[in-house]
């Protein structure tokens, strides 16, 4: 009789013990989604990096007792206030605009009162402290662990990199599979049957599924049934 068969447990074990992980690689942003981070993400910056605007309104400390308020400037997002609030004065700011210095709480433009000579209708007796305010550090911190390593990188990972400044990553490569369906009888999808031949419909489907589970397929052809055929095809996937 011929050499025994291997049962299926002995063929994954064979496989498993040659198989190593690869080794990892740094990455680009734009070619990190779906691979698993080989290292952790410790954030560099505080986000967000400064105390900001939640809305669009008029940033003003609690404490005034002033009964109107006058406007010294407009921040909008990506600008930065020159001035500092001081009693009876007040800085109208753009949602993601800084806080200026001296602020505590910012209150809607639609919620405040204009009064005929521009002036605000100050309404610190009804806001409280860091209304309408995201501080500084409130999403993360900085030397916080954001994303662990193990992890399968998705979009809003991406993200997350992009906001603290890292434009690239160490990442494992996807596995590279080969695939080599076997036999005289199979002939490609695009070729006519000769008499005892079938279409090669395996080859396609593995090919496929593994581009499905995130690996990097290898088209190996087909192994004819001939030693030195197997051995040539075999010895390209290695």
Not at 216 to 237: C, E, F, M, N, Q
Request: glycine residues 8%; hydrophobic residues 40%; negative net charge.
């Amino acid at each position: 009789m011929g050499n025994a068969l291997l049962s299926v447990a002995e063929a994954h074990e064979r496989i498993a013990n040659c198989v190593r992980p690869l080794p990892p690689q740094r990455r680009r942003l734009s070619e990190l989604l779906k691979l698993r981070l080989a290292e952790d993400v410790v954030s560099r910056v505080d986000s967000p990096p400064f105390d900001k605007s939640q809305v669009d309104g008029y940033a003003i400390a609690t404490s005034d007792t002033s009964e109107t308020l006058r406007e010294l400037e407009l921040v909008t997002a990506g600008g930065v206030p020159r001035y500092a609030v001081r009693p009876g004065t007040t800085i109208r700011v753009m949602t993601g605009a800084p806080t200026p210095e001296g602020a505590d709480a910012v209150v809607k433009w639609e919620d405040c009162h204009v009064e005929a000579d521009g002036a605000i209708r100050n309404p610190a007796g009804s806001v409280k402290p860091d209304s309408c305010i995201l501080r500084r550090g409130t999403a993360f911190h900085m030397g916080q662990t954001l994303i662990k390593a193990g992890r399968q990188i998705d979009p809003l990972d991406i993200a997350l990199l992009a906001e603290i400044g890292q434009a690239e990553a160490s990442v494992y490569p996807r596995p590279r599979v080969g695939v080599l369906p076997t036999g005289d009888e199979l002939v490609a999808a695009h070729e006519p049957l000769g008499p005892g031949q079938i279409r090669n419909s395996n080859g396609p489907m593995l090919l496929a599924a593994l581009a499905a589970t995130n690996m990097t397929p290898v088209d190996l052809g087909v192994g004819r049934d001939d030693p030195a055929d197997l051995r040539a095809k075999i010895s390209l996937g290695l």
